[in-house]
């Protein structure tokens, strides 16, 4: 399903307008990725775990050129299914 | 901080972003992820823009062995969800580590990071133990520290979340740290040196004899032994005492240029009337003390020779003041002599100068201390392209002896 037909449903079944339903897809993005940035998971009943997992920095050579790079610490966005959602798609 | 926030908590916040009513969040968010979950158990993916993508990959069935019993199993292959967030996402969610980027390594970066610790530490100890912090030093030491200070602060207000902040201030300081140490130290080494030998160069000016201070020391320390003790020892101790004046003595004459016979001439006529000498131990002794610690750190194995060249400056221009540098693995004689005269070239005239301390010119001793000399010294003239050329070549026969 792409954007649009989300946009649509959400409108559909909140009854709200596609604008609103875009602002709150639009601060939901907002709110998780601040949660993110200080570490902090967001865990969403039957459905998983957004997960924010910090990599450490680490030494990797350039493929191209052969020489070292210190390449700097993320932090990244991971989703972690909950256990219920998972029996589900397993079946 | 590795909170975990619940669907309610987010709804409130999120009501708090977009302004809308609470409830309504809430409901948004379950509709959203119903919605997903159904995508999703129907087989498809769905791309939510600006937040990310879930879909489904295929998990092939593989072989696996129970390891209580031995047996093999096949694990049977499924379908798993997989999040792929958005760049927009992405980006926002790294945001206290945006500032960094990918840095080249230098290959000979961990040698030279530990001779940049090592060096300025062994400095200020010996600043230190000899009680002359020039002003400046103290100076630049605290300013580094302050913006080392600063700057954690300024990431912690940019970024405003604390404990990771924090780690980014860390490293930081880190790297603050190195760029003192590879930028400010030997700058700041030069200085406090100069200071050092301008306040050296009075005392030394008061004395009458400009021979060594060192054997004025010895004998001073000899001396009271040797009319304590028996007769044997003191005589032993006036040997050894001897050999080391008469050595110290025959390097001194050489390199001052002076007549062998008439400066030993004077040395004896010193070691004869001990009363003379003791008058003028005082300020002669600290004099010494800092020779020693000043060669023992620039250059192990030619303590002897470093200190000479050491005296040998303050005793043939005592009012000039003496400009040394010191190389380490990023600063080369080429360097020394871009920053000092202007033109690399001209690094040949600061190997001579210290051509007693010094091996093969691209081996030398990180940490060494050079003299580097006025060019006028040499009547060496930056601008003149011949006197360059005959400094070139100078260079070539200085590489020349060591093939």
């Given at each position: 399903?792409d954007?649009?037909?989300l946009i649509?449903?959400?409108?559909?079944?909140l009854?709200?307008?596609?604008?609103?339903?875009?602002?709150?897809?639009?601060?939901?993005?907002?709110t998780?990725?601040?949660?993110?940035?200080g570490?902090?998971?967001?865990s969403?009943?039957?459905f998983?775990?957004?997960?924010?997992?910090?990599?450490?920095?680490?030494?990797?050579?350039?493929?191209?050129s052969?020489?070292r790079?210190?390449?700097?610490?993320k932090?990244?966005?991971?989703?972690?299914?909950?256990?219920?959602?998972?029996?589900?798609?397993?079946? | 901080?590795?909170?975990?926030?619940?669907?309610?908590?987010?709804?409130?916040?999120?009501?708090?972003?977009?302004?809308?009513?609470?409830?309504?969040?809430?409901?948004?968010?379950?509709?959203?992820f119903?919605?997903?979950e159904?995508e999703l158990?129907k087989?498809?993916?769905i791309?939510?823009?600006g937040?990310?993508?879930?879909?489904?990959?295929?998990?092939?069935p593989?072989?696996?062995?129970?390891?209580?019993?031995?047996?093999?199993t096949?694990?049977?292959?499924?379908?798993?969800?997989?999040?792929?967030?958005?760049?927009?996402?992405?980006?926002?969610?790294?945001l206290?580590?945006?500032?960094?980027?990918?840095?080249?390594?230098a290959?000979?970066?961990?040698?030279?990071?530990?001779d940049?610790d090592?060096?300025?530490?062994?400095?200020?100890?010996?600043d230190?133990?000899?009680?002359?912090i020039?002003?400046?030093?103290?100076?630049?030491?605290?300013e580094?520290?302050?913006?080392?200070?600063?700057?954690?602060?300024?990431?912690?207000?940019?970024?405003?979340?604390?404990?990771?902040?924090?780690?980014?201030?860390?490293?930081?300081?880190?790297?603050?740290?190195?760029?003192?140490?590879?930028?400010?130290m030997?700058?700041e080494?030069?200085?406090?040196?100069?200071?050092?030998?301008?306040?050296?160069s009075?005392?030394?000016?008061?004395?009458?004899?400009?021979?060594?201070?060192?054997?004025?020391?010895?004998?001073?320390?000899e001396?009271?032994h040797?009319?304590?003790?028996?007769?044997?020892?003191?005589f032993?101790?006036?040997?050894?005492?001897?050999?080391?004046?008469?050595?110290?003595?025959?390097?001194?004459?050489?390199?001052l240029?002076?007549?062998?016979?008439?400066?030993?001439?004077e040395?004896?006529?010193?070691?004869?009337?001990?009363?003379?000498?003791?008058?003028?131990?005082?300020?002669?002794?600290?004099?010494?003390?800092?020779?020693?610690?000043?060669?023992?750190?620039?250059?192990?194995?030619?303590?002897e020779?470093?200190?000479?060249?050491?005296?040998?400056q303050?005793?043939?221009?005592?009012?000039d003041?003496?400009?040394?540098?010191?190389?380490?693995?990023?600063?080369?004689?080429?360097?020394?002599?871009?920053?000092?005269?202007g033109?690399?070239?001209?690094?040949?005239?600061?190997?001579?100068?210290?051509?007693?301390?010094?091996?093969?010119?691209?081996?030398?001793r990180?940490?060494?201390?050079?003299?580097v000399?006025p060019?006028?010294?040499?009547g060496?003239?930056?601008?003149?392209?011949?006197?360059?050329?005959?400094?070139k070549?100078?260079?070539?026969?200085?590489?020349?002896?060591?093939?």
């Amino acid at each position: 399903m792409d954007n649009k037909t989300l946009i649509d449903n959400l409108s559909r079944r909140l009854d709200v307008s596609r604008d609103t339903v875009g602002i709150l897809i639009e601060g939901l993005t907002q709110t998780i990725g601040e949660c993110a940035a200080g570490l902090d998971s967001v865990s969403v009943p039957s459905f998983g775990t957004f997960e924010p997992k910090k990599r450490l920095e680490r030494v990797a050579l350039h493929p191209a050129s052969g020489r070292r790079l210190l390449v700097p610490p993320k932090i990244v966005l991971t989703f972690k299914p909950s256990a219920s959602l998972k029996q589900k798609i397993r079946k | 901080m590795n909170d975990k926030i619940t669907i309610t908590r987010l709804g409130a916040m999120l009501a708090l972003a977009t302004g809308k009513q609470k409830e309504l969040c809430e409901d948004f968010l379950k509709e959203l992820f119903s919605i997903v979950e159904d995508e999703l158990l129907k087989g498809e993916s769905i791309r939510i823009k600006g937040f990310g993508t879930f879909k489904l990959i295929e998990v092939e069935p593989r072989k696996s062995v129970n390891v209580a019993t031995g047996e093999e199993t096949l694990i049977p292959g499924h379908d798993k969800v997989i999040f792929v967030a958005a760049k927009e996402l992405a980006s926002r969610v790294n945001l206290p580590f945006e500032a960094f980027e990918a840095v080249e390594i230098a290959d000979d970066l961990p040698t030279d990071s530990m001779d940049g610790d090592e060096d300025p530490e062994v400095e200020l100890s010996e600043d230190s133990g000899n009680a002359v912090i020039s002003p400046e030093n103290a100076d630049d030491i605290s300013e580094a520290s302050g913006s080392v200070v600063t700057e954690a602060d300024k990431s912690v207000e940019r970024q405003g979340v604390c404990n990771l902040e924090e780690r980014v201030g860390d490293s930081q300081i880190i790297s603050e740290d190195n760029f003192s140490h590879s930028g400010d130290m030997p700058e700041e080494d030069t200085l406090s040196e100069n200071d050092r030998e301008a306040e050296l160069s009075m005392p030394e000016g008061d004395v009458s004899e400009t021979i060594e201070p060192g054997i004025e020391a010895e004998i001073f320390e000899e001396n009271p032994h040797s009319h304590r003790n028996k007769y044997i020892k003191g005589f032993v101790a006036g040997f050894i005492t001897a050999l080391i004046v008469g050595s110290i003595v025959f390097a001194a004459g050489y390199l001052l240029g002076f007549s062998f016979g008439v400066s030993k001439g004077e040395d004896m006529a010193e070691s004869i009337s001990p009363v003379i000498i003791e008058t003028e131990v005082i300020p002669q002794d600290s004099v010494s003390s800092v020779y020693l610690a000043d060669s023992v750190i620039g250059n192990g194995p030619h303590d002897e020779i470093g200190k000479e060249s050491g005296i040998d400056q303050v005793a043939t221009e005592p009012s000039d003041k003496i400009v040394y540098d010191t190389v380490s693995t990023t600063r080369y004689l080429t360097t020394i002599a871009q920053e000092h005269y202007g033109n690399f070239n001209l690094w040949p005239v600061i190997y001579e100068e210290n051509e007693k301390i010094l091996g093969h010119p691209d081996r030398i001793r990180p940490g060494t201390r050079v003299v580097v000399p006025p060019l006028s010294k040499y009547g060496i003239d930056p601008k003149d392209k011949d006197q360059i050329k005959a400094v070139k070549e100078k260079g070539n026969k200085i590489y020349a002896r060591y093939k």
